[in-house]
């Protein structure tokens, strides 16, 4: 699995909306200015992020983007999931219909496995923690 462009920009947007929670609405320029990601790509990544309920947006002279609900509420599961979809290594994990070897696939169990622990680190880690690590 390798993460594309989308989750890692995607993040790095998230990471400075949570970086000034509760400070007002943001404008997309200058998260693009600050992290050097082109405004263009960024305008495209908060449509998932909007639609996945991760961050609100208001329009006029004092519009922008802002988080949705609280950095401590929205994991990196939830983040990966919402720019990348499925975070599964391989299809039958999620859908055993798709295979007739899913009952004897040995190999199934490693990926399966696999799936479980990255899962379970994403899910431990919240955009809270990364702000508190940009912090130190």
Same mark, same amino acid.
């Given at each position: 699995?390798?993460? /594309?462009? +989308?989750? +890692?920009?995607?993040t790095r947007l $998230?990471?400075? $909306?949570?970086l000034n929670f509760n400070q007002g609405t943001i404008f997309l320029k200058d998260i693009a200015e600050k992290e050097e990601i082109s405004e263009k790509y960024l305008s495209h990544l908060v449509i998932p992020l909007r639609a996945g309920g991760l961050i609100i947006s208001s329009r006029?002279?004092?519009g922008g983007y802002q988080l949705a609900k609280p950095p401590s509420q929205i994991t990196m599961k939830e983040i990966v999931q919402t720019l990348e979809g499925s975070i599964s290594f391989v299809e @039958?994990?999620?859908?055993?219909?798709? @295979?007739s070897r899913v /009952?004897? @696939?040995v190999t199934r169990n490693i990926w399966k496995k696999l799936d479980e622990r990255v899962s379970e680190v994403l899910n431990s880690i919240t955009l809270e923690d990364l702000v508190q690590s940009q912090k130190k």
């Open positions: 699995m390798r993460l /594309s462009t +989308r989750a +890692r920009y995607g $998230l990471l400075e $909306l949570a006029g002279a004092h @039958c994990v999620k859908n055993p219909d798709i @295979c /009952s004897k @696939c």
